[in-house]
């Protein structure tokens, strides 16, 4: 057998996956149909740890919520990644409506959520003096974060690949085929045991091999980022009171100091359906007023949707489908919140097949992209002084340097596209969304990457960014 697990699918909840397993003396490898991690559903969800007030007492995402989400600060601490505890609020605007925050409460508890509180509308105003003046109570949950989604999935990958597990990008899962003693996928990798956590494309996989089938629904949801200037605009995440009337949007912070408004619910067929549509966006800034007032959505730096794989039936699928084939599907929200439990829970059936030993010499951190804003200036002098690319200013927006691109191009799991560099290091995340900072960003890339700049993409194989030479081209006549 080549491997002793092959994982499907490079997205928070593979990647988590692929950490516990890197853990043990298996051989692991992760198969993505991209050109990275954090390329689908990932790449494009609230950022937010929710605290498991929620989900259905009894169900996995109940358990696996509350589960990761106490996993989560020590987990930032250990792999470095972007991570901050400012609870949450869920707001009700109606009085007539106080008995659905009451049960959100006790579907709190009963999730075994710490530090419940129902607070009126004073408590309210005093935490979050920008909420409108209809508020009529909330429930308060301390222990909501939020975290950078891009950061913890890179965090998992790196430190996996550190720890011997291989990467194999550009090929999608075609064929999988029963063999004896494991499964051959694509008609070339051999394997004791799969994964399936393929987001959205997870049904069509486990419904290749198991005779039990699944469905999986992808459900757009569509976002608005705000620039940092809105940033003390509210620092808890706000959530309005799901009533017959909708779920309503959130509007939260983001690790990075930015106000991130969303998402609405459509469902989609097609699965590569990211489009946003100014219907969307109207319905998600009109419902966002209600919460907060005036919000200025003149400073819109950018607006985006993603996929959610929504499970037919309501839950995570996570369990042994076919024998040595797990799944790890229908993973929604809180399927960010849920990633540590997850990694650990699917990491233990596995373990218990296969009956691994310990990996020697196991790398247990992870060095995080350097951030100078957090530097001191005494610190970042040090740091130019051992490499001057780190006072050569890329990003002026994110104040990225051309060390911590050159950083990104060089990692275990390294960024191999414009995309890739910009969820590594933020250059290109700020107000003038790469305007600046990507045509220097693509030189470095260039020149580490050692290909010509018409090479370089801005996301996968059919995203060129350079398609000719002016001069040239008009020399040329074309």
């Not at 699918?9 to 991690?37: R, S």
């Not at 995402?61 to 990761?68: F, P, Y």
């Not at 974060?145 to 965090?155: D, E, N, Q, R």
């Not at 039990?212 to 003390?232: H, V």
Request: charged share 25%.
């Amino acid at each position: 057998m080549d491997y002793d697990v092959l994982i499907i699918g490079g997205g928070v909840t593979g990647t988590a996956i692929a950490y516990e397993l890197a853990k043990t003396d298996l051989n692991v490898a992760l198969i993505e149909k991209e050109e990275d991690v954090c390329e689908g559903t990932t790449k494009a969800n609230s950022a937010i740890v929710h605290a498991g007030f929620d989900a259905k007492p009894g169900t996995l995402k109940a358990k696996l919520n509350v589960e990761g989400a106490k996993l989560m600060p020590e987990l930032a601490k250990l792999l470095d990644f972007d991570y901050k505890n400012n609870g949450a609020l869920v707001l009700c605007f109606d009085e007539e409506h106080r008995p659905g925050v009451v049960e959100l409460y006790e579907r709190g508890l009963a999730n075994g959520v710490e530090g419940l509180q129902i607070l009126e509308k004073e408590q309210v105003k005093a935490l979050e003096p920008n909420v409108s003046d209809e508020v009529v109570c909330a429930l308060y949950a301390p222990t909501s974060s939020i975290v950078c989604p891009f950061g913890l999935t890179y965090a998992f990958a790196e430190n996996a690949a550190d720890n011997g597990v291989q990467f194999i990008f550009n090929e999608p899962v075609e064929t999988i085929e029963k063999i004896d003693g494991g499964w051959k996928v694509n008609d070339k990798y051999t394997t004791k045991t799969i994964v399936n956590a393929a987001g959205v494309y997870a049904d069509g996989i486990h419904n290749d091999v198991c005779p039990e089938k699944i469905q999986i629904i992808p459900r757009r949801g569509e976002y608005t980022l705000l620039d940092r200037s809105t940033g003390n605009m509210c620092s808890h995440t706000l959530f309005q009171l799901p009533t017959k009337a909708g779920k309503g949007v959130l509007i939260t912070p983001t690790v990075h100091g930015n106000i991130m408004i969303g998402p609405n619910a459509q469902e989609v067929e097609n699965k590569e359906n990211t489009n946003t549509t100014p219907e969307g966006q109207a319905e998600i800034r009109q419902k966002a007023l209600k919460t907060i007032p005036n919000i200025p959505f003149n400073k819109t730096i950018r607006t985006f949707s993603g996929l959610r794989a929504t499970p037919a039936n309501g839950d995570f699928v996570i369990a042994e489908s076919a024998d040595g084939f797990f799944d790890a599907a229908g993973i929604e929200s809180p399927g960010l919140s849920s990633a540590p439990a997850i990694g650990k829970m699917v990491a233990g059936m596995i373990e218990e097949k296969l009956k691994p030993g310990k990996r020697e010499n196991y790398k247990a951190d992870r060095k995080g992209f350097v951030n100078v804003k957090k530097l001191s200036k005494e610190e970042w002098e040090k740091l130019i002084e051992k490499d001057p690319d780190y006072g050569t200013i890329v990003c002026r927006c994110e104040t990225v340097t051309a060390g911590s691109i050159k950083d990104a191009l060089t990692r275990s799991v390294p960024a191999v596209s414009l995309d890739g560099i910009k969820r590594r290091t933020r250059a290109g995340m700020g107000r003038c969304q790469s305007g600046f900072c990507a045509p220097r960003s693509m030189a470095i890339m260039s020149e580490v990457m050692n290909i010509p700049m018409e090479e370089i993409r801005l996301s996968n194989q059919k995203s060129k960014l350079i398609t000719g030479k002016v001069k040239e081209d008009l020399k040329h006549g074309n």
